[in-house]
C-alpha cells in the first residue's frame, strides 16, 4: 500500500476522520504495522493495552465478554480500541484475526504528539466527543423517563 491508500483508510476511521491530510500522513509513518496470519491473536482479554489498533486490510474478530455472545468483526477503516488511543485501559475482548490481516497501532504517545502538532484535531475530537456524550446523556434521560412511568393519580 502506498501513502494515499494508507490516508484514505486512516480518513474513513471513525476518530480519525476528523483529522487533516498532515495529521493522517504523520500517522502512516509513526503508525507502527503488524501483520497477522489467520487465527492469530493481536490481544487477550484483560491485557492492558498498549494503544488502539485501525485495521488496514483483512478483518479481527472481538469476542465479547459474554460468551454467548457472537464475536464482532472489525474490518478495513475500523478502530479497534478507542480508549486505548488515549490512556492505558484493560483490554475487554479478544482479538484475533480471521484472515491474514494488518493492523497499524497508534500509541497514546502518538495520539498526545498529534493533538498537540494539529490543534485542529484535538478539537475535533473534543466536538466530537461531546456530541456522542450529549447524545448518550439525551438517551438516558429518554430510559429514565420510561421507567419511571406515569406519575401516580392523586385521590
Known amino acids: 500500500m502506498g501513502l494515499d491508500d494508507d490516508i484514505a483508510i ?6 480519525f476522520e476528523l483529522f487533516g491530510r498532515d495529521a493522517l500522513r504523520l500517522l502512516s ?15 487477550a482479554r484483560g491485557e492492558p493495552s498498549d494503544g488502539g489498533y485501525i485495521v488496514m486490510s483483512g478483518s479481527i474478530a472481538l469476542t465479547p465478554t459474554r460468551h454467548d455472545a457472537p464475536p464482532v468483526t472489525v474490518a478495513r477503516s475500523g478502530v479497534i480500541g478507542r480508549n486505548a488511543l488515549f490512556r492505558q485501559v484493560a483490554r475487554p475482548a479478544d482479538a484475533r484475526a480471521r484472515e491474514a490481516t494488518e493492523v497499524m497501532r497508534v500509541t497514546p504517545s502518538l495520539m498526545s504528539r498529534v493533538l498537540r502538532e494539529f490543534p485542529e484535531a484535538a478539537a475535533a475530537i473534543h466536538d466530537g466527543m461531546a456530541e456522542e456524550l450529549l447524545s448518550l446523556v439525551q438517551g438516558l434521560s429518554v430510559v429514565r423517563e420510561r421507567l419511571a412511568g406515569p406519575a401516580p393519580r392523586k385521590r
Open 29 to 43: 509513518f509513526a503508525g507502527e504495522r503488524r501483520l497477522l496470519e489467520e487465527g492469530e491473536l493481536l490481544f
Open 10 to 15: 486512516l480518513a474513513a476511521a471513525p476518530v
